[in-house]
């Protein structure tokens, strides 16, 4: 009955071999979170449209500035500024325009997944105290900051963050807040916020998987 033995032991080898590939499967699946943690938006740091000149408007209704929406009354615009405008590093948006009124501002959806928590951050710079801004941050028209404002103080940005449990996919808004010069936002990130397994718990699943598997081969 050699034959019966050989077959059921090739039968229980294909068997534990489903076993490590279906734990292989499920192992890349819980990993896939530690590359999904780079940011959802698009554009966030402002740094994909060039500008040639010192800066760029873009009217409402335009999507001419990468990843975002212009949003508000008919007429108002946002503008695009270069790096060393008020001592910015980089480019970074103004939400308030030339108009320089409140609810001018840029929105965008992204691809959340319902019941998950985000954190969105962003900075903030309204000019410090020579400049009247202020700046409202919203996710699906919810507020979550009102007249946020800058660093005044120091006349520098000030970093914001925010949690969110998402219902499905999530429009992110930013409007100015009041009529001012200076309603200023930039580095705007959304990143899934729950802790993801560690990899030394990973390693320990896929070796006692292997260890199975090679104390079954020798029996
Ligand atoms: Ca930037």
């Known amino acids: ?15 534990i071999m489903k076993f490590v590939a279906r734990i292989a499967f499920a192992a890349s699946a819980l990993v896939l ?3 999904a943690q780079a940011s959802l938006v698009i554009n966030g740091t402002f740094e994909a449209n060039a500008l040639s000149g010192g800066s760029t408007n873009y009217a409402v209704g335009s999507t001419g500035l ?34 320089d009124k409140a609810g001018s501002g840029i929105e965008q959806t992204l691809a959340t997944q ?9 900075d903030v710079y309204t000019g410090g105290t020579q400049y009247n801004g ?13 007249n946020l404002q800058g660093n005044e103080a120091g006349n520098t940005t000030k ?28 580095n705007v ?19 006692g998987a292997l260890g199975f598997f090679r104390r079954r081969k020798s029996a």
């Open 1 to 15: 009955m050699k034959w019966v033995q050989e077959v059921t032991a090739r039968a229980s080898i294909l068997l």
């Open 33 to 35: 979170p530690f590359a």
């Open 66 to 99: 990468t990843g975002w929406n212009v949003v508000g009354p008919s007429g108002r615009n946002v503008t695009l500024t270069g790096n060393g405008y008020l001592g910015q590093q980089t480019q970074h948006l103004d939400l308030s325009g030339t108009s």
């Open 114 to 122: 319902i019941g998950k928590k985000y954190t969105v951050s962003f």
């Open 134 to 146: 202020g700046v409202d941050f919203m996710v699906n028209g919810t507020s979550f900051g009102s």
């Open 159 to 186: 970093r914001y963050s925010f949690e969110f449990t998402a219902t499905g996919a999530s429009t992110i808004k930013f409007l100015t807040y009041t009529n001012g010069l200076v309603s200023h936002i930039d």
């Open 189 to 207: 990130s959304v990143v899934a916020s729950n802790p993801v397994p560690e990899p030394a718990s990973l390693a320990v699943l896929g070796l």
